[in-house]
């Protein structure tokens, strides 16, 4: 008997996740083992709020308008230059991360990202952007690689095909430059990867699996998938419960797809298992990205988030966070070297507190991963 291909693909998820449900108690199990926290492995920076696009779901554009001083108050490299020299919780970080609204745009953005690349060889440097202007990020490009700095990895926001990207993003042409960029990428900096993440929102719920098969086929690199954030001073998205359930369908077609390619329901079962564990952590996401748009929650395996351990976040200005959900719950500034004296401060063990109450929740990607991968290496 010829069993038809989408009752295949639901018998190979289920199997797959029965073995997840195993990979992610065992996980548990042992991480809680742990005797103590790894210390900070992150440092995410926001370099400014202003942005040339326009999205739905964010807020970094308006601050310009609503506060014009605003960029006037934006750390400057001899302030970040200060804010990490001057710091020993800083010495273990694996990650930075560069952020914005649009980094491009600060005049000074390749001297920053190069001191702080030049600070933390060690670490691993992604740099957000829009992609919009091809040829603004042909010549960064340009700069860091005169400069020696080959090693960067870029991410974008890929949102739906031409017509819904644009409406999301705000702005006409926003599509074509963002694949202009990426293909002035692969050709000119094939050194650098990139990927892209879509964000879901009632515009564009519909499209995440033509936006993910766009990119791995055309653009030839992954993306990833979160929920928007209803951000303070944001009108809430207008979802709807067909278009909340439209994007959860769409999720769990990615998921049976994922399984299919990568040969999920073999391979979890093969002694080589943990060969694959960035997929096995890949299918931990998506699944629970779908658990989590049907009823947002903290979930129990995410218990002991790493936010206030793993993460330094700043804003421009020089304002710490612990994650960007919390981000309207700041600890304090770190300008003039304040930065250690803050983590160890009163205010930041309430800031712990509160996320070790369980009494805020998210599931996005710099949050979860973390977790994902240990609870995978642990099992």
Known sequence: ?????AVRQDLDWDCVRVHLDRMLERGLLRS??????????ELHIELTHRCNLKCVMCEHWETEYRDPDSVRREMDL???RELVSSSRILAGIESIAITGGEPWLRADFVDITAFLAESFPAASVIVLSNFWNTGHIRLKMREFRARGLTRLRLGSSLDGLEETHDRVRGEKGAFRGLVETSRMLKAEFPESSFGFTFTLTPHNAGELC??????????????GAQWAVDRPGVAPLPWTPE?????????R???RDLCGRHDAARRIISPERMEHAWLWSE??????????GREPRRFPFFRKCLAGERHVMLDPEGSVFYCPINKDRPIGNALGGALDALWSSPQAEEGRRFVDSCRCHCWLRCM??????RLVRES
């Not at 008997?1 to 291909?5: A, H, L, N, S, Y």
């Not at 742990?34 to 492995?41: D, I, N, W």
């Not at 299918?283 to 989590?292: A, C, D, P, T």
């Open 1 to 5: 008997m010829i069993i038809p291909e």
């Open 32 to 41: 809680q083992r742990e005797a103590k926290p790894a210390g900070v492995r």
């Open 78 to 80: 001899e302030k970040i």
């Open 210 to 223: 033509a936006a993910e098969r766009f990119a791995r086929e055309e653009l030839g690199c992954a993306l």
């Open 243 to 251: 278009s909340r359930e439209e994007g959860l369908d769409q999720i």
């Open 253 to 255: 077609r990615i998921l």
């Open 283 to 292: 299918l931990m996401y998506w699944r629970s990205l779908e658990e989590y």
């Open 368 to 373: 979860s991963g973390p977790v994902l991968d």
